[in-house]
């Protein structure tokens, strides 16, 4: 006999997976949106690490609807998928997992967040942005950038051998690419649209000049703990920030679309309230 379908409203556990989680503000944002939505979930953190992902995965069982992935997860968890949305095979990283009866299937939501966090700012349209740091995150934001039409990226490396996928990565969204060491100079003397950090803790010791700090949007994905150095040198010169709360905030009320209509495309009823509630939640814990 063929097992009957778990009925969807009673998959109410979720959570957000790493190694190490224990800093995570994911569950004090979802956990709002949750509230204000009025659904009947839970949501954790759980400390998970590549090696035992797969036994973890193994494990769930038809109480569970999700999960949202830290890195490296977000790239370990690809080949144990049972579908993915294109964007992760574009990224090579999802961050968020829906549990179904029709198996373990993947979505990435930061290049969406990247992308309402520029709107957010009032940024609409990138022509040429540089990038510091080449790890995943740094795909994510060159997909969200290129997107948003940039034509141009400059990826500043500690390693610029690294950056070799995202260069791959860039001939495929079509735009131009050049890669630089920490402390070489700028391929144009024209100052980008917006300069993006990826460096977790926004900890740097790069020097960018005060007349790029207020001609040219910072977009640092750090968040912990905020402001970073490389936020408040430009708050210092007036300049315009993104700070890696907006990101936080973008890319999980894509997650809470998933999980709860399994689109990241289809607005949530009271999506505005549960984004406040969200911003609160945040606010409060970073008072404490």
Do not use: C
Request: net charge negative; charged share 15%.
């Amino acid at each position: 006999m063929t097992p009957a379908a778990t009925p969807e409203s009673s998959r109410t556990r979720l959570a957000v997976l790493g190694s190490p989680i224990a800093h995570s503000l994911s569950p004090v944002i979802h956990r709002a949106a949750y509230a204000t939505l009025g659904f009947d979930w839970t949501y954790d953190p759980i400390e998970v690490s590549g090696e035992s992902l797969p036994s973890f995965l193994a494990s769930l069982d038809s109480q569970w609807r999700g999960l949202s992935l830290t890195m490296p997860l977000k790239r370990d968890v690809v080949p144990l998928l049972d579908w993915a949305d294109p964007l992760v095979g574009l990224v090579g990283g999802a961050n968020t997992v829906v549990i179904s009866d029709a198996g373990v299937r993947g979505f990435n939501t930061d290049v969406e967040g990247a992308m309402r966090s520029f709107l957010d700012a009032g940024i609409g349209q990138l022509d040429s942005v540089w990038i510091v740091g080449a790890g995943a995150t740094a795909a994510s934001l060159m997909v969200a950038s290129a997107r948003l039409g940039a034509t141009s990226i400059e990826i500043i490396a500690r390693t610029p051998a690294k950056a070799a996928v995202l260069e791959q990565l860039a001939q495929t969204l079509g735009v131009s690419v050049t890669v630089r060491g920490w402390g070489e100079s700028p391929a144009s003397a024209t100052p980008p649209t917006a300069i993006i950090s990826t460096v977790p803790g926004g900890t740097m010791d790069l020097v960018f000049e005060e007349s790029l700090r207020t001609s040219t949007a910072l977009f640092d994905v750090a968040y912990d703990p905020w402001p970073s150095a490389i936020a408040s040198d430009w708050y210092t010169a007036g300049g315009t920030v993104i700070s890696g709360h907006d990101l936080l905030i973008n890319q999980a009320i894509a997650q809470v679309r998933i999980f709860s209509g399994g689109s990241p495309d289809q607005p949530l009823l009271r999506e505005a309230d549960a984004i406040d509630a969200m911003r609160s939640a945040l606010e409060l814990t970073q008072q404490h």
